[in-house]
């Protein structure tokens, strides 16, 4: 970044060639490992099994009937946007199981190319690029890119309805296509209509301010409606899926996914924390600020950290929901009571402090945007048997730099020395990734799990 730019920092639009730079360096880093194992048909992992055995065999059946879909037990627990979308470039020859990764190689390159390109426009190209490695290197991500899984496509308008209603000024055409965008959200992934809250506190700030600010908090509520009504046509599509399957997922998922996980928020506040000490050198001033000036809220924000991880129970256990990714190393770690893990205790109360702190750090409006955005997502994911962190981290790894550049006080600036912590998470999260796509190689027929598998289903009697 050069100095001129480093000198006027975030409030300095640094123009679309920088946020071109940064989104080609962000894709073209994604796309040279997801590429070498759709080239080189890896096929094992995670990611591969759910891609085989779930995704592809619904897609082909959605191809093979297009455009007459049966959407009333999907083999997906999600909605079948990402599906469909795939089913639909299918007809135009793109058929065969490599070219339909091609397609989720796109999406994933879109996703980390439009979290680049907004993050260079506030601090220049190379910040951006260094801040998007880590979301890059995420073993979610690759893999979302490199197999036929909707997670990508899903954060792509996550972050782009975050992104709408964080821009600068504030506009209505803004807040109107992140509306838009929510409804094709739910059509991808309905855990994510939290993403509606984020609409309606850009409306609220969007009202509070301009050349007519609204008088009074009943004026301001009266004028933020229309932000709401803006998001019913989300709310519709996703109660026109309700009632056709008879609940939030399609029938053959609902005795497993439907359910509340309490360790969820702790288990979030967990991943925040090891995120933010890698970006530590951009947070550390607005923690010691925080500190110095609102030292009560901080205080909170611990108590708040150590409350969520000490009451519900927050050990590993593969029949509660809590198992694999950082579930691993917890549960090697000790054990209180029987119930409470040691760095769950320690990590969440570091996490809230270090959320709070960066939330106190910002502008008004980005804090209000962001915090409710972030409540609204831990109380939607909270709501989900599964306390999975495929289900968290993506979205945390775009939070956190997030939070980073709109970071009031001194300027963002790139040295060597801030280089390293970063640069190493990103390569952590790499060798995980890499170990991930190591193993057993998933056969091109296998079979969803016994509990999935409809009654009558033609490829469950196939020889």
Same mark, same amino acid.
């Given at each position: 970044?050069?100095?001129?730019?480093?000198? #006027?920092?975030?409030?300095?639009? #640094?123009?679309?060639?920088?946020?071109?730079?940064?989104?080609?360096? %962000?894709?073209?880093?994604?796309?040279?490992?997801?590429?070498?194992?759709?080239?080189?048909?890896?096929?094992?992992?995670? %990611?591969?099994?759910?891609?085989?055995?779930? #995704?592809?065999?619904?897609?082909?059946?959605?191809?093979?009937?297009?455009?007459?879909?049966?959407?009333?037990?999907?083999?997906?627990?999600?909605?079948?946007?990402?599906?469909?979308?795939?089913?639909?470039?299918?007809?135009?020859?793109?058929?065969?199981?490599?070219?339909?990764?091609?397609?989720?190689?796109?999406?994933?390159?879109?996703?980390?190319?439009?979290?680049?390109?907004?993050?260079?426009?506030?601090?220049?190209?190379?910040?951006?690029?260094? &801040?998007?490695?880590?979301?890059?290197?995420?073993?979610?991500?690759?893999?979302?890119?490199? *197999?036929?899984?909707?997670?990508?496509?899903? *954060?792509?308008?996550?972050?782009?309805?975050?992104?709408?209603?964080?821009?600068?000024?504030?506009?209505?055409?803004?807040?109107?296509?992140?509306? /838009?965008?929510?409804? $094709?959200?739910?059509?991808?992934?309905?855990?994510?209509?939290?993403?509606?809250?984020?609409?309606?506190?850009?409306?609220?700030?969007?009202?509070?301010?301009?050349?007519?600010?609204?008088?009074? !908090?009943?004026?301001?509520?009266?004028?933020?409606?229309?932000?709401?009504?803006?998001?019913?046509?989300?709310?519709?599509?996703?109660?026109?899926?309700?009632?056709?399957?008879?609940?939030?997922?399609?029938?053959?998922?609902?005795?497993?996914?439907?359910?509340?996980?309490?360790?969820?928020?702790?288990?979030?506040? !967990?991943?925040?924390?090891?995120?933010?000490?890698?970006?530590?050198?951009?947070?550390?001033?607005?923690?010691?600020? @925080?500190?110095?000036?609102?030292?009560?809220?901080?205080?909170?924000?611990?108590?708040?950290?150590?409350?969520? @991880?000490?009451?519900?129970?927050?050990?590993?256990?593969?029949?509660?929901?809590?198992?694999?990714? *950082?579930?691993?190393?917890?549960?090697?770690?000790?054990?209180?009571?029987?119930?409470?893990?040691?760095?769950?205790?320690?990590?969440?109360?570091?996490?809230?402090?270090?959320?709070?702190?960066? !939330?106190?750090?910002?502008?008004?409006?980005?804090?209000?945007?962001?915090?409710?955005?972030? $409540?609204? &997502?831990?109380?939607?994911?909270?709501?989900?048997?599964?306390?999975?962190?495929?289900?968290?981290?993506?979205?945390?790894?775009?939070?956190?730099?997030?939070?980073?550049?709109?970071?009031?006080?001194?300027?963002?600036?790139?040295?060597?020395?801030?280089?390293?912590?970063?640069?190493?998470?990103?390569? !952590?999260?790499?060798?995980?990734?890499?170990?991930?796509?190591?193993?057993?190689? /998933?056969?091109?027929?296998?079979?969803?799990?016994?509990? #999935?598998? %409809?009654?009558?289903?033609?490829?469950?009697?196939?020889?």
């Amino acid at each position: 970044m050069s100095t001129r730019e480093d000198r #006027h920092g975030r409030s300095h639009d #640094h123009g679309s060639v920088a946020s071109s730079w940064a989104a080609a360096l %962000a894709a073209l880093t994604l796309m040279v490992p997801a590429l070498a194992l759709i080239v080189g048909g890896n096929n094992s992992g995670r %990611a591969a099994y759910d891609s085989t055995a779930y #995704h592809e065999r619904f897609i082909r059946a959605l191809a093979e009937s297009f455009p007459s879909f049966d959407l009333s037990n999907p083999l997906t627990a999600t909605t079948p946007g990402y599906h469909i979308l795939v089913a639909t470039v299918a007809q135009f020859g793109a058929g065969s199981t490599m070219a339909m990764r091609l397609v989720s190689l796109v999406i994933g390159c879109a996703f980390v190319a439009t979290v680049a390109a907004w993050i260079a426009r506030r601090t220049g190209a190379g910040l951006a690029y260094l &801040f998007t490695l880590p979301l890059v290197a995420s073993i979610y991500v690759v893999g979302s890119a490199s *197999w036929l899984l909707p997670d990508n496509l899903a *954060w792509l308008l996550v972050v782009s309805i975050v992104f709408l209603a964080l821009g600068e000024p504030p506009r209505a055409r803004r807040l109107g296509l992140a509306a /838009v965008l929510l409804v $094709l959200l739910v059509c991808v992934r309905q855990i994510h209509i939290w993403a509606a809250a984020t609409v309606w506190i850009g409306g609220w700030c969007l009202v509070g301010g301009g050349a007519r600010p609204a008088r009074g !908090l009943v004026d301001r509520a009266y004028r933020t409606l229309p932000w709401i009504l803006a998001t019913v046509p989300a709310f519709i599509v996703l109660g026109a899926f309700v009632r056709h399957w008879g609940g939030l997922t399609p029938p053959r998922f609902q005795n497993e996914l439907q359910g509340v996980n309490p360790a969820t928020p702790a288990f979030i506040l !967990l991943q925040l924390a090891v995120i933010s000490l890698a970006f530590l050198p951009w947070l550390a001033g607005a923690v010691r600020r @925080a500190w110095m000036e609102q030292r009560g809220i901080v205080a909170a924000c611990a108590i708040v950290g150590l409350l969520a @991880a000490a009451i519900p129970a927050t050990t590993a256990d593969l029949h509660a929901g809590r198992f694999s990714g *950082w579930w691993g190393l917890i549960e090697r770690a000790p054990v209180l009571f029987g119930r409470t893990s040691v760095p769950m205790l320690v990590l969440a109360p570091i996490g809230a402090v270090l959320l709070g702190s960066s !939330l106190l750090g910002l502008a008004p409006r980005a804090r209000l945007v962001l915090g409710v955005s972030i $409540l609204a &997502f831990a109380a939607a994911l909270t709501a989900n048997y599964y306390c999975w962190q495929r289900y968290h981290e993506p979205f945390l790894l775009v939070l956190v730099p997030v939070l980073c550049v709109l970071q009031r006080g001194r300027p963002v600036r790139l040295s060597p020395a801030r280089v390293v912590v970063p640069l190493a998470f990103a390569a !952590l999260l790499a060798v995980i990734s890499v170990r991930g796509f190591r193993g057993e190689v /998933v056969p091109p027929d296998a079979l969803p799990a016994a509990e #999935h598998i %409809a009654p009558g289903e033609s490829f469950a009697t196939a020889p």
